[in-house]
């Protein structure tokens, strides 16, 4: 996973406070995607993006925001933290013209008090 | 039924043994087909991506079938460090990709 980052690795908020998460590529791959793991429950798609300038809703996109200006940063943001947004969320990247595989990033993990 | 299915297991296997997983999916459109591999608290890391072919990779032999909508991952000779959760993950004409919920696989000493 060298090619994708994610910034912080941990973060602990207080219900309704606000964070940005950022993911980071430079794999130079189109695709974006945002994901939460939670026990039992797999990885649930919270928005993604297709290319610079553009973003869709995912499985999951309430509480979330996301931006795509420049095509090697995906941003995820919440707008006033949930106990239930207390989640890992991975980034990944995937490039269809290609292997179409997914190459995702270590995770962050967000604790809403 | 579900997209993607998959046992949860675990499966918990003595050390050498050979053990397979299988994985049903449901939109008979679906393009791409992998398995990935997540150890505990960490990123899903790329496995092997499956082919209708069939493809070998060392201990791992993956298989599609289309007809049936499944697809399969055998490990022959397991080892201690194949101790993970093994994730299904079927891509979609349409950008769509739907992961299984994992199959968890325990190697006994």
């Known amino acids: 996973n060298a090619g994708v980052t994610q910034t912080p690795k941990f973060r602990v908020l207080k219900t309704g406070q606000s964070m940005t998460l950022l993911c980071a590529q430079d794999?130079?791959?189109?695709?974006m995607y945002w994901y939460r793991q939670d026990p039992g429950m797999g990885l649930r798609l919270i928005h993604y993006?297709?290319?610079?300038?553009?973003?869709a809703k995912g499985e999951v996109p309430d509480g979330y925001n996301v931006s795509r200006l420049k095509k090697q940063n995906f941003l995820l943001g919440l707008e006033s933290a949930a106990p239930s947004q207390t989640s890992v969320y991975f980034c990944?990247?995937?490039?269809?013209?290609?292997?179409?595989?997914?190459?995702f990033g270590p995770g962050t993990r967000l604790t809403v008090l | 039924r579900k997209e993607v299915e998959q046992d949860p297991g675990p499966f918990n296997v003595p050390e050498g043994a050979t053990v397979a997983f299988n994985c049903t999916y449901s939109?008979?459109?679906?393009?791409?087909f992998f398995w990935y591999r997540q150890d505990c608290r960490k990123e899903p890391k790329l496995l092997m991506s499956?082919?209708?072919s069939g493809n070998e990779d060392g201990r791992f032999t993956a298989q599609l079938n289309r007809a049936s909508q499944y697809i399969s991952l055998l490990i022959r000779d397991s080892k201690l460090s194949d101790s993970a959760t093994y994730l299904c993950?079927?891509?979609?004409?349409?950008?769509?990709?739907?992961f299984g919920k994992g199959t968890r696989l325990h190697i006994l000493p």
């Open positions: 499956v082919y209708s």
């Open positions: 993950v079927v891509n979609g004409w349409d950008d769509k990709i739907i």
């Open positions: 939109n008979s459109a679906s393009q791409s």
């Open positions: 990944a990247i995937r490039d269809p013209a290609s292997t179409d595989t997914q190459y």
């Open positions: 794999m130079n791959h189109e695709y």
């Open positions: 993006s297709v290319g610079e300038g553009t973003t």
